[in-house]
């Protein structure tokens, strides 16, 4: 039997087509996937987000110090300082971060951490760092600071880096200065302790440590005598 | 007329759906088991023996080194590269199986597998790195699962595709062969 074609040669069966496409589409995909890996990666190698601490206070450059000598209440406020992230790539960059210091046997000291970011491609955005300090260390004590990041990028890659560091505290407290002399024992004062010291010295959301103070800077014990 | 593969036998003549008669040229066994070699040791070098010098690579860095940096995957490397050999035998004898009816369900089941060694990736996608100082440690954790995942899409779609081809060949015995195989 003779049968006429009209362009020259046989029409593909149709369960042949189909699977014939779905065979070009599944290399097509796996093509794309490796496209977008290799762009995601570009993108994160050439154009890499970017880190810069902000605060209104003085000595900036670090979290600790740009949110130093803050008042609390005043700038010290929630978004008083963090850093401030640019992702310049193509692909959306998410993060949270968070710290906590403790001494070793002993009380946690402070606490921060940040809310979960999206940054979208070519934008910078703030993100707020908030901080949380419970009590003051002890003079001679060791503590360990614990930070913990986590970053996703392009909903392909996560990085959680976590740092563990040991340090002792050692300084001499000085005599505390008082801000906010309503004292009392029901009535606590707000003292600023001398920023030379460690980190936790630089206050309570981002500005001055404030009591009830434990150990020897019960300032609010003594003032009511 | 040229031979479409080297000293491929007479073409045979196959009814298409219409009803028309028409010709393919099954190749020689030769060459099909040559490319089907070929193809099992590319695959082979992809699926058994990249991970096998990965594995190698990271039992430098796995423990505690002299640099203080220690690497460690959680991706279990034997099953990887026993899978591997599997899909890669799997790949060749596809090829071989091409023009027989046996080609779809080598297919489906080669694909079943490649999901099985991607979920295997997947799952335990996780590199984990530390490094320790005096006075703290640094440790680092890189998932790439998100990336691997990817992969099963081309994987899934190639699994409908072999099921179809199955299908057709119960159904339509030799009714691709013209096409797979024409007369040039």
């Known amino acids: 039997m003779n049968t006429y074609y009209p362009y020259g040669r046989p029409p593909k069966p149709r369960l042949y087509r189909i699977s014939r496409y779905l065979r070009w589409a ?21 154009y890499h987000p970017t880190f810069t601490f902000y605060g209104s206070g003085s000595g900036g450059g670090s979290p600790f110090g740009s949110c130093a000598n803050q008042t609390r209440g005043g700038s010290g406020s929630a978004n008083a300082c963090g850093f401030n992230v640019t992702n310049p790539g193509w692909f959306p960059l998410t993060l949270q971060a968070a710290f906590s210091i403790h001494e070793v046997n002993g009380p946690l000291l402070a606490h921060g951490s940040t809310p979960l970011v999206t940054i979208a491609p070519s934008t910078s955005e703030n993100v707020a760092l908030s901080l949380e300090f419970l009590a ?90 | 007329m040229t031979a479409a593969y080297p000293s491929s036998p007479p073409p045979t003549l196959v009814s298409s759906p219409d009803g028309a008669w028409l010709p393919f040229r099954r190749p020689s066994p030769p060459w099909l088991y040559t490319v089907g070699v070929l193809k099992t040791l590319w695959s082979l070098f992809f699926f058994a023996v990249v991970p096998y010098f990965v594995f190698q690579l990271l039992g430098h860095f796995s423990g505690s080194s002299s640099s203080g940096i220690s690497v460690h995957s959680d991706l279990p490397f034997q099953a990887l590269i026993d899978l591997g050999i599997v899909l890669s035998l799997l790949t060749g004898a596809r090829h071989i199986a091409k023009p027989t009816r046996w080609f779809g369900p080598i297919w489906f089941f080669r694909a079943v597998v490649k999901v099985g060694y991607v979920l295997l990736i997947a799952w335990n996608a996780i590199l984990m790195a530390s490094i320790g100082f005096s006075s703290g440690s640094v440790s680092i954790m890189f998932d790439y699962s998100g990336t691997i995942y990817l992969f099963l899409i081309g994987t899934a779609l190639a699994m409908i595709a072999a099921l179809i081809t199955a299908y057709e060949d119960v159904k339509y015995p030799g009714e691709r062969l013209p096409f797979d195989y024409p007369v040039k």
């Open chain 1, 26 to 46: 599944s290399v097509l995909a796996t093509v794309l996937v490796f496209v977008y890996i290799v762009l995601a990666i570009f993108s994160l190698v050439v």
């Open chain 1, 136 to 225: 003051l260390p002890s003079n001679n004590s060791t503590y360990v600071a614990s930070g913990w990041i986590n970053g996703s990028y392009a909903s392909l890659f996560s990085l959680t880096i976590t740092i563990s560091l040991n340090g002792k505290f050692s300084f001499s407290p000085g005599t505390p200065v008082v801000t906010h002399a309503r004292g009392g024992l029901s009535n606590p004062a707000f003292v600023k302790v001398p920023s030379s010291g460690p980190p936790l010295n630089h206050g309570d959301q981002c500005g001055n440590l404030q009591s009830p103070m434990r150990r020897s800077y019960a300032l609010s014990e003594r003032m009511g005598r």
